[in-house]
């Protein structure tokens, strides 16, 4: 089978001749310009608000994919409590150890919180979230379990709508890679076509993926 596939390989590479050898300057200073024109290589998103874009991504995304807008985080815990009744789960919750998630009054909307990362709801707050791919970027550290992101059946994730920005470039940008141990990107309920070309979701993470996006300033994530 080797020698088959190298006299294969073989006459792919004498048909397309040999590639022309670039030195190592000239293919940094390519990279390099396209890292100083963004505009060159991302798509050009919608003259519209990142948070519309962003709801309208979300809406594009596989079945499992949901946002909504919640008018601050005090009305989160009812918000969460009807989501949970929707999926027609019992109202416990993995909650990220946020204080401005620990300060809201969750028993009184009837939810009980649980600390086991396999339950099967849990709710996280993003760092920020990226319009023209629907995607969420989770931080690990003391306050953000990042097993959060996969273990349980439903993830809920609450982000501000200052925090969503247009491109993966800028949220990049705003990150400080060496604050944390990872940096997580989400698109989506886990999914994938490892099974006879059809799409499966919820095989290797969450079954769905509810975004929260608070429309008030209050704090949230970060160091």
């Given at each position: 089978?080797?020698?088959?596939r190298?006299?294969?390989?073989?006459?792919?590479?004498?048909?397309?001749?040999?590639?022309?050898?670039?030195?190592p300057?000239?293919?940094?200073?390519?990279?390099?310009?396209l890292?100083?024109?963004?505009?060159r290589?991302?798509?050009?998103?919608?003259?519209?608000?990142?948070s519309?874009?962003f709801?309208?991504?979300?809406?594009?995304?596989?079945?499992?994919?949901?946002?909504?807008r919640?008018?601050?985080?005090?009305s989160?815990?009812?918000?969460?409590?009807?989501?949970?009744?929707?999926?027609?789960i019992?109202?416990?919750?993995?909650?990220?150890?946020e204080?401005?998630?620990?300060?809201?009054d969750?028993?009184?909307?009837?939810?009980?919180?649980?600390?086991d990362?396999?339950?099967?709801?849990?709710?996280s707050i993003?760092?920020?979230?990226?319009?023209?791919?629907?995607?969420?970027?989770?931080?690990?550290?003391?306050?953000m379990?990042?097993?959060?992101?996969?273990?349980?059946?439903?993830?809920?994730?609450?982000?501000?709508?200052?925090?969503?920005?247009?491109?993966?470039?800028?949220?990049?940008?705003?990150?400080?890679?060496?604050?944390?141990?990872?940096?997580?990107?989400v698109?989506?309920?886990?999914?994938?076509?490892?099974?006879?070309?059809s799409?499966?979701?919820?095989?290797h993470?969450?079954?769905?993926?509810?975004?929260l996006?608070?429309?008030?300033?209050?704090?949230?994530?970060?160091?």
């Open positions: 089978m080797t020698g088959a190298e006299r294969v390989m073989g006459a792919v590479r004498a048909a397309l001749g040999a590639p022309p050898r670039r030195s300057g000239e293919i940094a200073a390519d990279a390099h310009r890292l100083r024109e963004p505009e290589v991302r798509p050009v998103l919608p003259d519209a608000e990142p519309v874009l709801e309208v991504a979300v809406a594009k995304l596989p079945p499992g994919a949901s946002v909504a919640v008018a601050g985080w005090h989160l815990p009812d918000h969460v409590a009807a989501r949970l009744a929707g999926l027609g019992e109202p416990a919750l993995k909650l990220a150890p204080p401005v998630l620990e300060d809201l969750w028993s009184g909307s009837g939810i009980r919180l649980v600390a990362a396999n339950e099967r709801a849990a709710l993003a760092e920020c979230a990226v319009a023209e791919t629907a995607s969420l970027v989770l931080r690990s550290g003391p306050r379990a990042v097993l959060d992101a996969f273990l349980p059946l439903h993830h809920l994730v609450a982000v501000r709508v200052r925090d969503v920005v247009p491109h993966l470039e800028d949220a990049v940008a705003r990150s400080d890679l060496s604050r944390s141990r990872n940096l997580v990107v698109t989506g309920p886990s999914g994938t076509t490892d099974i006879e070309g799409l499966v979701i919820g095989v993470g969450p079954a769905t993926l509810h975004i996006l608070i429309e008030d300033g209050e704090p949230t994530a970060g160091p």
